[in-house]
C-alpha cells in the first residue's frame, strides 16, 4: 500500500515525521490530551501505561503524526473545508446554524443535562444515520471505558459525564474491525479535532476515515486526570471511594460529587486546578468546533442542554430528532449563549498562555 503511494503522490509530508517526533513533540512534552486518535488508526499504537506506546517498529509511516491534533491544526483551513468559510470574529463558539435549548425525553434519570447528546445518537440510530455509536462509559470506579454501542439501551447505558480524560477515539479502532460502516461518535473538543482531521486530510491511505459518519461534540473547559482526582479529592477532600460516587458535576463556579446517599460535596472549581490534566493547557475549543452537532451545558437551565447545530448532517439529525418529539426544545436566552461565548474566549486565552509555557507550535485557530 505504500508504495502505491509512493508512486502517486512524490513527497506526502505524513512520511516525512514518525511516531519518533509525535512522542518527542506531543507525549513527552505533555501536550497530549490522550484523545486516542493515532491509537485507533494505527494497528503498531497501544495505550500502554495511560499513554500512547509504538509497540511494532515501524520505519516507513507517520500517519500518526499528521492525525494527532496537537502536532499540527489549522482552524482556518479545516473550517474553511467543513463549513466553506472561516469563523468572523464575533463566532466565538465557531460557525453554527442554530443555537437552542432542548431537552431529550425520558432521559432525566440517565443524563447530565438534557440527555439531547444520548437522545441524538440513538434517533441517528433508529434512522439508520449511524449503525454503531463509540460512546464512554464507566466501571464501577469511575474509570472510563469507552464501548461500541450497537443498541439505544447501550448508548443510554453511556450516559452522563465522566470527568477523567479517556482515549475515547480509540474504541474507533473496534468498530472499524467489527465492520461497522456509519459510525457514530461522541465525545469532547480534542477528541472531535482528532477525528475531523482524519476525515478532512487529503491522503492517499484509507484506514477507515470514510467510515465515520456523525460527530456529537460536548462543550468542554477542562479535564481531570482520573488518579489525581480520586485520590486528591475524592478520597483526600471528601472521604469518599469512587465507588460511592453517584455522579459528579461542575455549576455555577463549583466542583460537585453527589454521593449515593445523595449528599453533595463541593469545592470551588478554582480547587481543582492540581488535578487538571496538563494536556488540557494548551487547547482552546470550548465548543467542539468541528463537530456536526454540539451539546453543553453552560447557557441552557438546569435539565437542559445547549445545542448548536453545525454541519448540514448535524442540523438534518437534530430536525428529525425534535420533529419524532425525542426531543422538546425553547429558545436559547441572550443571556445563555453570551456565558458560553464568555468562557470560550476565556479558554482561548488560557490557550495562548499555555502555548507560550510548552512551547507549542502548529495550532492556529
Ligand atoms: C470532560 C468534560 C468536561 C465538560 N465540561 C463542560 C463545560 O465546561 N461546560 C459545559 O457546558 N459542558 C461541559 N461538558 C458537557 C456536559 O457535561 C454534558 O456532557 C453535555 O451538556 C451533554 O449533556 P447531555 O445530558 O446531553 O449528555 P448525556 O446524554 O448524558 O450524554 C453524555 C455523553 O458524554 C459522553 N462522555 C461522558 N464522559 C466523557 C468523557 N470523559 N470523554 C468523552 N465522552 C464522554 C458519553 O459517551 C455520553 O454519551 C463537559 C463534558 C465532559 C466529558
Ligand atoms: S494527542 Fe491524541 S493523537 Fe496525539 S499523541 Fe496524544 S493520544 Fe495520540
Ligand atoms: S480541555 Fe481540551 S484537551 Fe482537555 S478534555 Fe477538554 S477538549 Fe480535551
Not at 476515515?209 to 460536548?218: C, W
Not at 481531570?224 to 463556579?253: N, Q, S
Not at 425553547?330 to 495562548?352: D, H, M, N, W
Request: glycine share 10%; aromatic share 8%.
Amino acid at each position: 500500500m505504500i508504495m502505491a503511494a509512493k508512486e502517486k503522490f512524490a513527497e506526502p509530508t505524513y512520511l516525512e515525521c514518525g511516531f519518533g517526533e509525535l512522542e518527542y513533540k506531543v507525549i513527552k512534552s505533555e501536550i497530549c490530551c490522550r484523545c486516542g486518535t493515532c491509537e485507533a488508526f494505527c494497528p503498531r499504537i497501544e495505550h500502554v501505561e495511560n499513554k500512547p506506546a509504538l509497540v511494532n517498529y515501524d520505519p516507513l509511516c507517520g500517519l500518526c503524526f499528521t492525525y494527532c491534533p496537537r502536532t499540527f491544526l489549522d482552524m482556518g483551513a479545516m473550517e474553511s473545508k467543513l463549513f466553506g468559510r472561516t469563523r468572523n470574529a464575533d463566532e466565538a463558539l465557531g460557525i453554527y446554524k442554530k443555537a437552542v435549548s432542548a431537552q431529550a425525553q425520558g432521559l432525566a434519570a440517565h443524563a447530565q443535562d438534557g440527555g439531547v447528546a444520548t437522545a441524538l445518537l440513538v434517533a441517528a440510530l433508529q434512522s439508520g444515520v449511524i449503525d454503531c455509536a463509540v460512546v464512554t462509559d464507566r466501571d464501577e470506579e469511575w474509570r472510563t471505558v469507552a464501548r461500541v454501542a450497537t443498541t439505544a439501551e447501550e448508548i443510554v447505558a453511556a450516559a452522563g459525564t465522566k470527568y477523567t480524560i479517556s482515549n475515547s477515539v480509540q474504541a474507533v479502532k473496534a468498530a472499524l474491525e467489527k465492520g461497522y460502516k456509519k459510525i457514530g461518535f461522541v465525545g469532547t473538543p480534542c477528541q472531535i479535532q482528532g477525528l475531523r482531521k482524519v476525515m478532512l486530510l487529503e491522503e492517499p491511505y484509507q484506514f477507515g476515515q470514510d467510515k465515520i459518519a456523525l460527530l456529537v461534540g460536548l462543550f468542554c473547559m477542562e479535564n481531570f486526570d482520573y488518579d489525581a482526582l480520586m485520590t486528591g479529592l475524592v478520597k483526600g477532600k471528601f472521604g469518599l471511594m469512587p465507588k460511592d460516587v453517584a455522579r459528579f458535576e461542575i455549576k455555577k463556579g463549583m466542583f460537585r460529587v453527589i454521593d449515593k446517599t445523595g449528599k453533595a460535596h463541593e469545592v470551588k472549581i478554582e480547587e481543582t486546578d492540581a488535578f487538571t490534566f496538563a494536556g488540557c493547557g494548551p487547547c482552546f475549543d470550548f465548543a467542539s468546533e468541528l463537530a456536526d452537532i454540539s451539546v453543553g451545558s453552560v447557557g441552557s437551565g438546569d435539565g437542559w442542554s445547549t445545542v448548536l447545530t453545525r454541519t448540514d448532517a448535524g442540523e438534518k439529525l437534530y430536525a428529525a430528532t425534535l420533529a419524532a418529539g425525542a426531543v422538546q426544545e425553547k429558545a436559547v436566552s441572550e443571556k445563555g449563549l453570551a456565558l458560553a461565548k464568555k468562557l470560550a474566549a476565556g479558554k482561548v486565552k488560557r490557550f495562548e498562555t499555555k502555548c507560550v509555557e510548552m512551547n507549542v507550535s502548529g495550532i492556529t485557530r
